[in-house]
Antibody
Framework: QVQLVQSGAEVKKPGSSVKVSCKASGGTFSSYAISWVRQAPGQGLEWMGGIIPIFGTANYAQKFQGRVTITADESTSTAYMELSSLRSEDTAVYYC????????????????WGQGTLVTVSS | DIQMTQSPSTLSASVGDRVTITCRASQSISSWLAWYQQKPGKAPKLLIYKASSLESGVPSRFSGSGSGTEFTLTISSLQPDDFATYYCQQYNSYPITFGQGTRLEIK
C-alpha cells in the first residue's frame, strides 16, 4: 500500500519561501510522478505542478512558473515543493499526490494523496 | 485553461436518496475526467477515473457517466459516510483543472 507522508505545518512571513516534503513508502517511487495540489481555506483544488523522479524534470502550472520549484530525491523516496515570494494568498493546505501510471506527468489523475501541509503566510 | 463547472454547489439529501452531481467542461475533454470525495480536514479520495471507471475499493453505489463536455456522478443510495464535498477534475489538457466542488449535506 502506497503511503505519502508530508512535513508539518509552517508559518511564514510575506516574501519568504517555504519547502514542503512528501515521503513515499510502499511502492516504486522513481517511476511514478508526484504532483502538488493546493487548497486555500474553504476553496477548491488547484494543481501546481509535478515531477517524475527518475527523470528529474518538473512541469509547472503557468500561474506558478518562476515561484515554485519541485524536486525529488530518489535515495530517500521524497519529493519536495518549494514556493518563494510568499504572499497572504498562498495560505493554503498543500498536498502531494501520486499519479497511477509509470513515467507519465501530463494527462493524469491521482490515486494516492499525502495528508496535507498547512502553510500560513502572515506578518 | 479548461474551466470545470459543477452543479449544484450545495446539495441537501437524506440517507437512502439517489443523488446526481453534474460537471461541465468549457470544451470537450473526451472521457478524461476523474471524481474525488473530500471530507473536512482530509485529503481528496479518488472515486472514478476515465469518466466511468470505478477505482478499486470504492463502493458500487458510486457511478460516473458522460463524455465530451457533460458528466455526472451518481450515488445510488446515500449512506451516512457519503456526506462530503465532491470534485471533478479534467486531465485532457494542460493544466489539470478541478471543478469548484459540490457540498453534499444532510437534509
Amino acid at each position: 500500500q502506497v503511503q505519502l507522508v508530508q512535513s508539518g505545518a509552517e508559518v511564514k512571513k510575506p516574501g519568504s519561501s517555504v519547502k514542503v516534503s512528501c515521503k513515499a513508502s510502499g511502492g516504486t517511487f522513481s517511476s511514478y510522478a508526484i504532483s502538488w495540489v493546493r487548497q486555500a481555506p474553504g476553496q477548491g483544488l488547484e494543481w501546481m505542478g509535478g515531477i517524475i523522479p527518475i527523470f528529474g524534470t518538473a512541469n509547472y502550472a503557468q500561474k506558478f512558473q518562476g515561484r515554485v520549484t519541485i524536486t525529488a530525491d530518489e535515495s530517500t523516496s521524497t519529493a519536495y515543493m518549494e514556493l518563494s515570494s510568499l504572499r497572504s494568498e498562498d495560505t493554503a493546505v498543500y498536498y502531494c499526490a501520486r499519479v497511477p501510471f509509470r513515467q507519465q506527468l501530463v494527462g493524469v489523475y491521482f490515486d494516492y494523496w499525502g495528508q496535507g501541509t498547512l502553510v500560513t503566510v502572515s506578518s | 485553461d479548461i474551466q470545470m463547472t459543477q452543479s449544484p454547489s450545495t446539495l441537501s439529501a437524506s440517507v437512502g436518496d439517489r443523488v446526481t452531481i453534474t460537471c461541465r467542461a468549457s470544451q470537450s475533454i473526451s472521457s478524461w475526467l476523474a471524481w474525488y470525495q473530500q471530507k473536512p480536514g482530509k485529503a481528496p479520495k479518488l472515486l472514478i477515473y476515465k469518466a466511468s471507471s470505478l477505482e478499486s475499493g470504492v463502493p458500487s453505489r458510486f457511478s460516473g457517466s458522460g463524455s465530451g463536455t457533460e458528466f455526472t456522478l451518481t450515488i445510488s443510495s446515500l449512506q451516512p459516510d457519503d456526506f462530503a464535498t465532491y470534485y471533478c477534475q479534467q486531465y485532457n489538457s494542460y493544466p489539470i483543472t478541478f471543478g469548484q466542488g459540490t457540498r453534499l449535506e444532510i437534509k
